[in-house]
């Protein structure tokens, strides 16, 4: 006892001195205090320790504790010093005062949404919080919603961040505030400023001091507590290296924990940081860390541990309090804030230290994660909200940027917590990065910083990649944070440059120039020939570079852009620093001479296929884009004399990217196959849409600009030589060249299309703005008309075919609804856009941008198009844009003497074909050449005013013959008599377009020299009468085309007959066996003396199916067999699973399976069997064999591999042999029930009950006979012809019982969750459970979907209700007479009351269908004994389902009567409405005033009938599977006449009242007795939970429309076990609605001996083992079944494109689409779910390697 007492001594005396303790004296104390700090410091030295840090941190209350403390005795005083009065009344009147800054400056939580403006946003990071986004205008523009990281805050009040609409409704300001420049500190009482300054000065320097305290034991000076313990914490810190599991193990080791206890710290050292594992003095903490530093240091650093003091650990605690504490004050007042700011900020004047925030910054990467988050926490309130203060932060973060992230490189914490990642909110702010630029030149800091961290270089200086350590790896990934940075600074360009600006960044320039000269030529590669490559190269670091680096080249392009001065100065250092790049080329190229059609040029001898060549070369394609803007600016031509035109060498600017566009080109044609993946990686990423806009493009461009800058003759000659396919074009005779036995000649055919490919691009790729005259907007245009052009396309297919600029914008929505037309999707699918016919004729089909799949793709489809339209499939190209003055040479590229002489060749070749010396890809992409051509050539003739202006003669060219004296005849006599060649068929009409053209061309050039007035149009009505012409003679040809056809398919009709007359008697024979099994298949008609009337389905007037043979064929064996109940077991394959579907009570704990009476089921069906089927039937003997194989299979796999399939082989699970469905048991098939016998007299309800009661007496004492030994006097005589001690013989063969033995177990086992057991005297009951389960939740599904009751099951329902139904009316076989027998007897005594059985539920606890089923099911047993000769089942049937219709309509009327219906006043009514009020009074007698009085007779009979439906339909069900009844035509349509037909087909009169009211005298009594059940009176006073009828039917709970809200409610839900901890992965169950913190370790939970995550145990209370889950972070659905077993599945939100976001990554709002929840939910409701997750895991193996247990 004594230690006890001592334990609580100190916070008692601690308590003692709360109450004496007064915060108001002490602040007037420190007021009166000469030195203020020594005065402060001395009450923290003092109260600190005691109040914080006492032992390892208890529960709440200890928090609790120490909260309270601190709040009184140690923040009380700062606030009464600082307020100089009552801190509440002194806040209040502070805020009062205050004028509240226009910025929101809300700090984002994780995953909270937040919300960026397209239209308006001066760059993608400037975002809106929820609250402010739907009071601001942006709510109606096009917005792009995320969710946040953390750490960030709202834009809205800055000025800055939104081209309009800055202010929401809430922070717009009025015009009093809106005089900003006032200094908010004058608004302040001056005293309250005086103590102001001391105060906070004081306590933030107290806070910097200790964070940055280095000393475990010893304290600051004039902290040292009085009196000094040996009290020591051992403290854990986090790092990002080491994972959960070695952290856990770890822990548990050193201070020999619990597993839930080291999982607890592992949690807190990864959200705070930091962590204290053990309390006690200095030896005790000093061994768990050796242990900890011991385990942890053999593969990495060992995980840090400090043993601190405790006076030291409180102090840092309390240093944080006080951050949070001045944080939350300054909320109160600007002015308050102003001069924190001012605090922070100052120099400390002795010897210029540092400021206090510059200390903390510099520290920052020494601090804990905590303490980090609390501080930048501040610095956001503060600073950062300070507009004046932002920027003199700003400037002081620059000034300290490069230290910064050197800290940063070497810590290794994420960059969210670190205070680098406070660069977005100060770069992105333009006029804040205007002034870093220029005062703290910013621009190059970053970029040299950037530099000086990849140290990696090779003899040439370039960057160096290759065999990365994960060291270098993890480096590299920290310095690209730096891109960041100089993207931030970029992101918006100036309007009006001053000369400062332009001279820092010119400085900038060069320096990014260093970079990029770091990059020219890195990884260079070297065929491989030979032998293949080794190893793979690393080329993955490289691209990643280059794709950070991608937007960073695009903005300082568009920088350079806004100015001409600074234009004219980027494109001289561009250019020298290229020049420098190719002086330090390899010099020892030989010169060579080449000449070819009557031109010469000089250049050197280089090959591709021999030397080295590197993808990278940034300074090249950099120049390539400035060439483009002095053309695009018009500078090149004002201000040419600026420019260092003259200098510029065309050879040398074209010679490095050729070499790259022949890389490319021989990769294709298969000559570095040698090379290994790394070099298809890199030629892939160099045409990918993230990385061709700065490389691929500009390589182009760079071609088009040396080319117009050249002789074309002399730029295609280079090209030729470069491809290495110089000497073919140049050979005296061409067609020598397939004699050449030494090169690979497809390889060389690839080649010439490659090259013709390019001069293709070089000429034709006009849509740039200033190489073509174009604007963006037609570019982005073109880009999509060629996309479409493929296939329709959705929405997100396209924004990835676009490139984005830096704002992540493509441009795409200005365009698509011009050119496309929207298909909105349907319940599966999404969106897709359809090109508009009318842009067909912009299709390009050597569009530049085409992959070789793409590009056949687009052709195929075109051509297909076409041939629809009955139009010609030449594709022609389409009309260019006209070029801009700078590359207007281009032009005569097309017509220039190598390039007629190289289509001359091509065009000879094909007009001689002989040995594979061509293809046809080659002639078409020569065809194309020449279209581009006449094409330029119209378009030049109709633009000019006379003849003497057209410079363009391509067509007097091609008529001239060949120079070169091998070739005969000009291009154009080769392409007419190409026209008719047989082998070019599918060129013809490109020919015949050509030449056609070329007609024109002559007509106009004739025509305007002769007159030169006249328009032009004659020539197109040319051009018109030419096209209808050939229209016309299509249509003919069509015509004969469709007459052939018709005569074919005539005659293949006449020869089909004439076989079948030859081969008649085997067609007859198989006939007549195809008649004869379908209509065994389907219902045979019932026969004319059994009419509509007689179509009942139960009592001894019902028509069996006996007579209907039952033929099937097992899917393994394709064996054929009846169904007889002593052949061969045939089984149905079915899947049995637990649920909750139905249940009307969740929170009902799951029965525990040892002790659960499952002979009576609640009417709220808390939790069911639910079987289902695909429908495929097997031998039972075919299935075991299979099953076998299946176990072996497994039992090999797991001896390989350790994960899981996608069923599980120990459960009993298979997939079915045919449709691969998830089955877990077998049903076996009986044959139909016979009719029975009409003639047999059918006994009154009376006779019967007095028979059955006989019967149960005699069969109750015989087995109180067999149990006691002794028989007490005379036995109870039975009716005539009982036998009790009978045993009936054995309807079934052996391997049917087997099968029904184990159905009934498997069943069992799922719906107990226990082992198999067959003497349990429940294993029947739960075989029938689960057949009236199945039939109630079939019934709920037709109902709900408004189908007829029968006719609209799909076959594998309708196969699996019939087979299971008559197995449950078998089932008593396989089980002991005796357990039946029991069961009967106690259901019986549910509606003829029994004294002799015991704990007889009253009526109102059970569920009357299962009743019904199990009474049936179960009556047989009792029969079998009777050897009367006389089959009365059928009337037993129908007298227990009277009886129980009964026990329904007392049961209705006492649950489902309320005071509502009682309202309604009418008089005298129909016969059903009197006799309703008759039975309501009587059961008022009974039960006296429990009951409301109801006077409406229509109302109590519409309760009656509403209540009463859903059971009547199912007993319909039940008796039609069990007795193979013919359904009547009403109830196979949802038609008006239900009720009634539903009625007689139960043999149930349609007044139902009749039921009681013709048997009064026998039923009154009953009714009594269930009345009188005590339970009954006790649920109608309200003990208990009541259920109503009809049951609603489960629905999944509702979703809002808006998919923000749901994120907006998960991001400020907070993880339930871990303090307040956002959850990490918040998940929403679709059932019940319960959030849930998923996939972490907080929230594991054990069940069954295993840790599963909170959605698995959350499935097992509410669905059973089966969850439906949204996780609202990732946008998907989530579908778990049992522990192993899970699937993603789309979500039911959907943007306005038709697509779902899963993972949010485009960020467009999503609304919810209900047609697909409802899918889901229709899903959920036919228990489909397990069946959707196994047929996921088949399709897609990855998802079986998920542990779905821990999510």
Same mark, same amino acid.
């Given at each position: ?34 030195? #203020? ?9 003092? *109260? ?27 923040? =009380? ?20 005062? @205050? ?28 975002? /809106? ?43 717009? %300001? ?51 507590? +009085? ?28 201070? !020999? ?51 601190? $003091? ?38 400390? +004047? ?30 956001? @309130? ?107 600074? /970029? ?101 060579? !001479? ?11 001898? *280089? ?18 884009? #400035? ?47 040698? @090379? ?44 030729? !030589? ?22 690979? #000649? ?72 011009? &050119?496309?037309?929207?298909?909105? %999707? ?6 897709? *856009? ?30 297909? /198009? ?115 060649? %047989? ?148 089984? /149905? ?52 064999? *299979? ?40 049903? %076996? ?56 001690? $009978? ?66 099951? +799909? ?80 009337? =037993? ?111 149930? +009169? ?9 048997? &009064? ?6 009714? $009594? ?110 579908? &778990? ?68 247990? $821990?999510?």
């Amino acid at each position: 006892m004594a230690a006890a007492d001592t334990d609580r001594d100190p916070p008692s005396a601690l308590c003692s001195e709360f109450l004496d303790f007064s915060a108001k004296d002490t602040a007037s104390r420190w007021l009166a205090a000469a030195d #203020l700090q020594q005065e402060v410091y001395r009450h923290l030295a003092v *109260y600190v320790p005691r109040i914080l840090c006492q032992g390892l941190s208890g529960g709440s209350r200890e928090e609790q504790r120490e909260e309270l403390g601190c709040q009184l005795l140690l923040l =009380a005083p700062l606030e009464w010093f600082l307020l100089g009065e009552e801190p509440a009344a002194g806040l209040a009147s502070l805020q009062e005062r @205050n004028q509240p800054s226009p910025l929101c400056g809300h700090v984002f939580k994780v995953g909270e949404p937040t919300y960026s403006c397209r239209e308006c946003a001066a760059d993608s990071t400037c975002v /809106l919080c929820m609250k402010c986004f739907l009071e601001s205008v942006h709510k109606d523009h096009r917005y792009r919603m995320t969710t946040s990281g953390g750490g960030g805050f709202c834009d809205c009040g800055d000025a800055e961040a939104w081209k309009e609409g800055p202010y929401c409704q809430k922070h717009t %300001p009025t015009d009093g505030s809106r005089d900003s420049q006032k200094d908010p500190v004058t608004q302040l009482p001056p005293d309250i400023v005086a103590r102001g300054y001391s105060i906070f000065y004081i306590i933030l320097k107290y806070a910097v001091d200790l964070l940055t305290w280095e000393q475990e034991v010893q304290l600051p000076a004039g902290l040292e507590p +009085p009196e000094r313990g040996d009290t020591y914490y051992c403290m854990l810190f986090n790092d990002e290296v080491h994972t959960y599991e070695q952290v856990i193990y770890t822990l548990q080791k050193a201070v !020999s924990c619990s597993h839930k206890e080291a999982v607890s710290f592992a949690t807190t050292v990864d959200r705070d940081g930091r962590k204290s594992v053990r309390y006690g003095d200095f030896q005790f903490c000093e061994q768990a860390k050796s242990v900890i530093v011991r385990n942890t240091s053999r593969q990495s650093k060992p995980l840090r541990v400090e043993v601190m $003091h405790s006076s030291v650990v409180a102090h840092q605690c309390f240093a944080l309090k006080a951050l949070s504490w001045l944080g939350q004050i300054l909320q109160y007042s600007d002015g308050l804030r102003r001069i924190l700011c001012q605090v922070g900020l100052q120099r400390v +004047p002795e010897g210029e230290k540092p400021s206090l925030v510059d200390r903390l910054m510099l520290n920052d990467s020494k601090m804990w994660k905590g303490a980090r988050n609390i501080y930048h926490q501040l610095l956001m @309130n503060s600073l950062l909200m300070d507009l004046e203060y932002k920027k003199i932060f700003a400037i002081q973060f620059a000034k300290n940027y490069r230290r910064l992230q050197t800290d940063f490189m070497e810590d290794d914490h994420e960059r969210v917590v670190s205070v680098t990642s406070l660069s977005v909110q100060l770069f992105t702010v333009p006029t804040v990065a205007r002034i870093l630029m220029v005062e703290e030149n910013l621009m190059t800091t970053i970029i040299r910083t950037f530099v000086d961290h990849l140290r990696h270089r090779d003899l040439q200086g370039r960057f160096q990649f290759d065999r990365y350590t994960a060291q270098q790896a993890f480096k590299f990934g920290r310095v690209q944070s730096l891109i960041g940075d100089l993207k931030y600074i /970029l992101i918006s360009p100036p309007s009006d440059w001053s000369h400062q600006l332009r001279l820092k960044f010119l400085e900038g320039f060069n320096a990014f120039l260093e970079l990029l000269k770091c990059m020219q030529g890195m990884d260079p590669v070297v065929r491989q020939v030979g032998q293949h490559i080794e190893m793979e190269p690393e080329w993955e670091a490289a691209f990643t570079l280059q794709m950070k680096l991608t937007h960073i080249i695009s903005m300082i392009q568009e920088w350079c852009s806004t100015d001409e001065h600074v234009l004219i100065e980027a494109y001289k250092k561009c250019l020298s620093t290229l020049s420098h790049c190719h002086s330090s080329l390899p010099d020892g190229e030989q010169p060579i !001479s080449l000449s070819l059609a009557g031109h010469c040029v000089d250049t050197f001898r *280089y090959q591709v296929s021999q030397d080295k060549v590197s993808i990278h070369l940034p300074v090249c394609r950099l120049l390539a884009g #400035l060439h483009v803007l002095l053309s695009r600016t018009e500078v090149a031509s004002r201000f040419p004399e600026q420019l260092p035109l003259g200098e510029l060498s065309p050879h040398l600017l074209i010679e490095l990217p050729l070499r790259c566009l022949v890389l490319c080109a021989q990769v294709h044609a298969g000559m570095w196959r040698r @090379n290994g993946f790394s070099l298809i990686n890199q030629i892939y990423y160099y045409h990918n849409v993230k990385c061709r806009v700065e490389m691929f493009d500009k390589d182009v461009i760079m071609l088009q600009a040396g080319a117009s800058m050249m002789d074309p003759n002399h730029f295609l000659m280079i090209v030729l !030589s470069r491809f290495e396919l110089f000497h073919i074009f140049s050979s005296a005779d061409i067609r020598k060249r397939y004699r050449e036995a030494n090169k690979d #000649l497809v390889q060389q055919n690839t080649l010439i299309e490659e090259m013709l490919h390019l001069i293709i691009m070089v000429a034709g790729e006009r849509y740039v703005t200033g190489v073509g005259q174009v604007e963006p907007f037609d570019e982005v245009r073109r880009e999509i008309i060629h996309q479409l052009s493929i296939r329709p396309m959705a929405h997100s297919e396209l924004v990835k075919a676009l490139p984005e600029n830096g704002n992540k914008e493509t441009g795409l929505e200005r365009v698509i609804d011009s &050119v496309a037309s929207f298909k909105k %999707p349907g319940v599966t699918g999404r969106g897709l *856009y359809e090109l508009r016919s009318e842009w067909n004729k912009c299709f390009n089909l050597y569009f530049h941008h085409y992959s070789r799949a793409d590009q056949s793709k687009a052709e195929e489809a075109q051509r297909k /198009l076409r041939r629809q339209n009955a139009e010609d499939t030449a594709l022609p190209p389409p009309l260019p844009p006209p070029l801009c003055p700078l590359f207007g040479s281009l032009v005569n590229l097309l017509q220039c003497d190598v390039l007629l002489a190289v289509e001359g060749a091509v065009l000879q070749w094909a007009v001689e074909p002989s040995g594979g010396g061509w293809t046809e890809s080659m002639l078409q992409r020569v065809l194309h050449l020449v279209g581009m051509a006449l094409l330029e050539e119209q378009q030049q003739l109709e633009n000019s005013s006379g003849d003497d202006d057209v410079t363009f003669n391509y067509t007097c060219k091609i008529t001239r013959p060949g120079e070169a004296p091998g070739t005969s005849g000009s291009v154009l006599a080769l392409l007419e008599s190409l026209q008719n060649a %047989p082998h070019l068929e599918v060129h013809k009409d490109m020919i015949s377009w050509i030449l056609k053209m070329v007609r024109n061309i002559k007509t106009i050039r004739e025509r305007t020299s002769s007159i030169s007035t006249i328009t032009i149009n004659h020539g197109r009505m040319l051009e018109e009468t030419v096209r209808d012409k050939d229209k016309a003679e299509r249509k003919k040809k069509a015509e004969m085309a469709r007459l052939r056809r018709e005569k074919i398919m005539a005659q293949m009709s006449e020869m089909q007959k004439h076989f079948i007359n030859e081969n008649k008697e085997l067609f007859q024979q198989s006939m007549e066996e195809l008649e004869a099994s379908t209509s065994a298949a389907e219902h045979s008609p019932p026969n004319s003396e059994f009419t509509c009337t007689s179509q009942v389905c139960v009592g001894p007037r019902r028509v069996g199916g006996a007579e209907r043979r039952q033929l099937v064929t097992c899917i393994l064996c394709q064996e054929e067999q009846e169904v007889r109940g002593h052949g061969r077991a045939m089984v /149905l394959a079915a899947f049995v699973q637990r649920s909750t579907v139905l249940s009307k009570n969740r929170r009902r704990n799951l029965p525990d399976p040892d002790h659960h009476d499952s002979l009576f089921m609640h009417p709220d069906l808390s939790l069911g069997i639910h079987t289902a089927s695909c429908g495929h039937i097997m031998h039972a003997t075919c299935w075991q064999r *299979y099953f076998e194989a299946v176990q072996l299979k497994e039992q090999r796999r797991q001896q390989r591999l350790r994960g899981h399939t996608s069923y599980d082989v120990e459960n009993g699970e298979f997939l079915c042999p045919l449709c691969e469905c998830l089955s877990n048991t077998v049903i %076996p098939l009986l044959p139909h029930k016979a009719t029975p016998d009409h003639s047999i007299d059918h006994p009154s309800l009376e006779v019967w009950l007095k028979m059955t009661s006989q019967q149960i007496a005699a069969v109750n004492s015989s087995h109180r006979t067999q149990s006691d030994g002794t028989a007490e006097g005379a036995e109870p005589a039975g009716p005539e012809g009982f036998r009790v001690n $009978h045993t009936p013989r054995n309807l079934f063969s052996s391997s049917i019982s087997e099968m029904m033995t184990t159905f009934s177990m498997s069943a069992y086992k799922v719906g107990l969750k226990v082992n198999p057991n067959e003497q349990d005297q429940r294993v029947p009951v739960l075989s029938w459970s689960t057949c009236a389960y199945t039939i109630q939740s079939i019934e709920r599904l037709l109902m709900d979907e408004g189908k007829p009751l029968f006719g609209s099951l +799909p076959c594998r329902q309708d196969d699996c209700l019939s087979s299971l139904t008559r197995f449950s009316s078998a089932c008593w076989t396989s089980a002991p007479l005796k357990t039946v027998h029991a069961h009967f007897i106690r259901l019986f005594a549910v509606l003829v009351p029994n004294l002799q059985v015991e704990d007889t539920p009253c009526i109102l606890d059970i569920d009357m269908f299962h009743l019904l089923v199990y009474s049936v099911l179960s009556y047989s047993s009792l029969h079998s004994l009777d050897q009367s000769g006389q089959s009365f089942v059928d009337s =037993a049937h129908v007298h227990i389902l009277h009886l129980v219709t009964l026990a329904h309509l007392v049961q209705i009327l006492l649950t489902s009567i309320t005071e509502e219906v009682c309202m309604d006043q009418d008089s005298g009514g129909s016969e059903e409405e009197e006799l309703t009020c008759q039975l309501y009074s009587t059961l008022r007698k009974h039960l006296g005033s429990v009951l409301p009085e109801v006077s409406s007779g229509w109302q109590l009979w519409n309760c009656v009938k509403a209540g009463i439906l859903p059971f009547l339909r199912a007993a319909a069900l039940f008796f039609h599977y069990l007795n193979s009844s013919v359904p009547p035509a009403d109830l196979l349509a949802a038609g008006p006449a239900q009720w009634e037909a539903l009625c007689s087909y139960l043999s149930l +009169p349609s007044n139902l009242l009749l039921l009681h009211h013709s048997q &009064v005298s026998q039923l009154e009594p009953l009714m $009594h007795r269930w009345c009188c059940h005590p339970g009954v009176r006790q649920m109608l006073q309200g003990g208990g939970v009541m259920v109503r009828f009809p049951r609603e039917s489960n629905r999944l709970i509702d979703l809002p429309e808006d998919y923000s809200v749901l994120i907006n409610q998960a991001s400020s839900f907070t993880c339930p076990r871990s303090g307040g901890d956002k959850s990490r992965a918040p998940t929403l169950c679709l059932v019940c609605g319960a959030m849930l913190c998923s996939q972490s370790y907080c929230c594991q939970t054990e069940v069954d001996g295993d840790d599963v995550g909170a959605c698995t145990a959350h499935t097992f209370t509410c669905g059973a083992g089966v969850g439906l889950f949204l996780r609202v972070r990732e946008s998907q659905v989530l579908f &778990v079944a049992g522990k192993t077993k899970g699937c993603f599945y789309p979500p039911p939100y959907l943007d306005d494109y038709g697509e779902t976001d899963q993972g949010l990554k485009r960020g467009n709002p999503l609304h919810l689409c209900l047609e697909r929840y409802r899918k889901i939910e229709r899903l959920w409701r036919q228990h489909g779910i397990a069946e959707v997750i196994g047929h996921a895991q088949e399709a897609n193996q990855t998802l079986v390697a998920i542990d779905w247990q $821990h999510l």
